[in-house]
């Protein structure tokens, strides 16, 4: 069988949410099938580390796509003409991208609909864009895959799929987060938080994430406390507003946020392990991967009561209203105030995290390009 693949988002230093389930999926699913030729499709030039096996033949599709007017060109232009030469028996698109000028069976990972749901967390030029094409992709997809229950439900609910078409193959955790010891977790401390505890935010500055009400449940937190906690912001201020400056600028406790930015892998699996808690409240996620990130590290969870965020995070985590900034810091003052709250929810979130593999995504995806391609 041939395979070509969508791998634009494979960026060195920079695998964010889909490129992270672009990466771990691939890698195990061309090594598990040696017996088939898979062909990454690039928009620009690659690192060899992504050439996971000999069954991969990596080609550089121009112009690169970062924009709606290049991600046209590149889909419906450039793309169907290398499709025409491979001949592929399917196309698996990790980010959800099809090309609507290629008859070659598809496969998109469809995500999360939030552009549907949210289109104004988007640049317009953008949120444009999705809204036009993803419900085309849809309808087009031979199946489609999904990293969620919640996921899969929106797409048939907002785009009329039949259910019957759509799998849910779920995100997996790197095996390199793991508890920290007592003397890793003061390092960690001292190096980043003149070693104060802190909670701890992973992901996008972006306003899907809550980061104001995050903050302000923070210093609302802080603000009943002596005790010198400090929140840890992990992230590139990409998305970063002038309502999210605001907020930093009236709060309090503005000088014990600490944000560093992107961080190494390394500097994130510590980071993580060595938080008090990891505060993720967003409004709206597909999955919501660091919350098995932080579950596999022995981490505490607090995290939204809506969209996937429930049913990712099971019992193992505290639940709150992401749009009541009260409720928000009620959960860190359980958190931090309670050993036995801590030490539970550590015990779940554990147990929690064996249930994400990224064994288990692959062979779930694996399955879904079989029931196409058979």
């Known amino acids: ?6 791998t634009r988002l494979l960026l060195k230093g920079r695998l964010e949410g889909l490129g992270r389930f672009t990466n771990e999926t691939l890698k195990l699913i061309t090594r598990s099938h040696p017996e088939h030729q898979f062909y990454f499709l690039f928009d620009r030039s690659f690192d060899k580390e992504f050439i996971f096996s000999d069954n991969v033949t990596p080609i550089v599709i121009n112009p690169p796509a970062r924009h709606p ?9 450039s793309l169907p003409k290398v499709l025409k030469k491979i001949n592929p028996d399917l196309f698996l698109s990790p980010d ?7 008859n070659v069976p598809s496969l998109p990972v469809i995500h999360d609909l939030n552009f549907v749901h949210n289109p104004d967390h988007l640049a317009r030029s953008h949120s444009w864009f999705y809204n036009r094409y993803f419900p085309k992709y849809a309808q087009k997809a031979s199946r489609i895959a999904t990293v969620s229950a919640f996921s899969k439900q929106d797409i048939v609910e907002q785009y009329g799929i039949d259910e019957s078409k759509i799998d849910v193959v779920y995100n997996g955790v790197s095996e390199r987060f793991s508890p920290l010891n007592e003397q890793s977790k003061t390092l960690v401390r001292t190096k980043w938080t003149h070693a104060r505890p802190f909670f701890i935010y992973v992901g996008a500055i972006h306003q899907r994430k809550n980061i104001e009400r995050m903050l302000l449940a923070y210093d609302l937190f802080r603000s009943k406390t002596e005790q010198a906690y400090r929140f840890v912001v992990v992230g590139n201020k990409k998305w970063w507003t002038s309502q999210m400056q605001e907020t930093l600028d009236s709060m309090k406790f503005k000088a014990e946020v600490v944000f560093t930015g992107r961080v190494s892998d390394q500097d994130l699996n510590d980071l993580m392990g060595a938080a008090l808690t990891n505060v993720y409240v967003s409004t709206f996620e597909g999955f919501g991967i660091p919350i098995i990130e932080a579950f596999q590290s022995g981490v505490p969870v607090i995290t939204s009561n809506v969209t996937s965020m429930p049913e990712i995070a099971g019992d193992a985590a505290l639940l709150v209203d992401p749009l009541n900034t009260e409720s928000i810091a009620s959960a860190m003052q359980e958190v931090a105030f309670s050993d036995s709250i801590r030490l539970n929810l550590v015990k779940k979130g554990l147990e929690r995290a064996r249930y994400f593999t990224w064994e288990q995504t692959a062979n779930l995806l694996w399955n879904s390009i079989e029931k196409v391609t058979d």
Do not use: Q, T
């Open 1 to 6: 069988m041939r395979i070509a693949v969508n």
């Open 69 to 77: 007017v290049l991600w046209h060109v590149w889909f419906e232009i």
């Open 96 to 102: 959800g991208f099809l090309s609507l000028k290629s």
